[in-house]
């Protein structure tokens, strides 16, 4: 794991960095869901590295290291 943020609803969203994608937790720590999988296409991630929330329009964003880009 990388990057980590909590969302609005408190929710721990963790970057999976080798396994390219994005696992989600309650705010217990329970696994809530996950998504994401490697490619370069749209909703798809090579080694996310870190996430952010932008609060105000409800955005996450994700760095995509080996895409070079961000996704949101």
Not at 17 to 40: A, L, P, T
Not at 45 to 55: G, K, Q, S, T, Y
Request: proline share 4%; aromatic share 16%.
């Amino acid at each position: 794991p990388y990057g980590i943020a909590i969302s609005p609803k408190n929710e721990i969203y963790i970057c999976d960095y080798e396994n390219n994608r994005i696992q989600v937790f309650d705010s217990k720590g329970n696994f809530f869901f996950k998504f994401g999988s490697k490619g370069n296409g749209e909703g798809k991630l090579n080694h996310p590295r870190e996430i952010a929330f932008d609060r105000t329009k409800q955005f996450i964003l994700i760095t995509d290291c080996y895409n070079h880009r961000v996704q949101i």
